[in-house]
């Protein structure tokens, strides 16, 4: 069965620190992969998403991601967090076959001054 | 240029209420998706449609219901509500259905039932 695993529930930054959340799926053939964040009281918004090609790519507001095939995993990352980045972050892929599209449970981010 | 709309805001029913909820997706956007949002969790998919027909469903049961008019916008029903419908759930619209497809999600209804 497909699924979306977000290894971490809750991860508190310094302000100016990396950061780095942690995106694992389990499909057959490699699946479209997507983050989206959501601050509260609003929708999801698209950070970035990876269909072929490079494996690094590169989003809106400084956040990048890695697909590594060999680890199934699909990381988020960002240089330098501002606390405007706190939010909750959610991988998700959608299916190559069907129309399925599959969320994580999400990260929730804490940045600190 | 607008982006998916939903109403109502926010919905408060009681156990065994009928409930409709409304989306209007971006305009050009012929696909429109359903998710259910349970607090702390992510986004659970329910339906998507795409031209009228109905091309994907999730695990949910027939008390689940949707549909999509000409204009695209798209209506979810839910009937005999339970408590753990308790939800936030959102639509979200694509150019045509398929995983590869960007969905633009709106801000969704958080519906109580009590």
């Known amino acids: 069965a497909q699924s979306v695993t977000q290894p971490d529930i809750h991860i508190t930054v310094s302000e100016g620190a990396s950061l780095e959340l942690r995106c694992n799926y389990s499909y057959g053939a490699t699946p479209y992969l997507f983050w989206y964040v959501q601050s509260p009281g609003q929708g999801l918004q698209l950070l970035l998403k990876?269909?072929?090609?490079?494996?690094l790519v590169q989003g809106i507001k400084g956040f990048e991601a890695e697909f590594k095939r060999s680890q199934s995993s699909f990381n988020l990352r960002k240089p330098s967090v501002h606390w405007s980045d706190a939010a909750e972050y959610f991988c998700a892929v959608g299916a190559p076959t069907g129309n399925q599209f599959y969320f994580g449970t999400g990260t929730s981010l804490t940045v600190i001054p | 240029d607008a982006g998916v709309t939903q109403s109502p805001t926010h919905l408060i029913k009681t156990r065994g209420q009928h409930v409709t909820l409304r989306c209007s997706p971006i305009?050009?956007?012929?696909?429109v998706s359903w998710y259910q949002q349970v607090l702390g969790q992510g986004p659970q998919f329910i339906f998507q449609y795409y031209e009228k027909e109905e091309r994907g469903r999730g695990n949910f049961p027939d008390r689940f219901s949707a549909r999509q008019f000409p204009n695209y916008s798209s209506e979810l029903n839910v009937n005999a509500l339970l408590l753990g419908d308790s939800a936030l759930y959102l639509c979200?619209?694509?150019?045509?259905?398929?995983?590869?497809?960007?969905?633009?999600f709106g801000p969704g209804t958080r519906l109580t039932v009590l």
């Open positions: 990876y269909f072929s090609g490079d494996t």
């Open positions: 979200a619209s694509s150019t045509q259905v398929g995983g590869y497809n960007e969905q633009f």
């Open positions: 305009s050009g956007h012929k696909s």
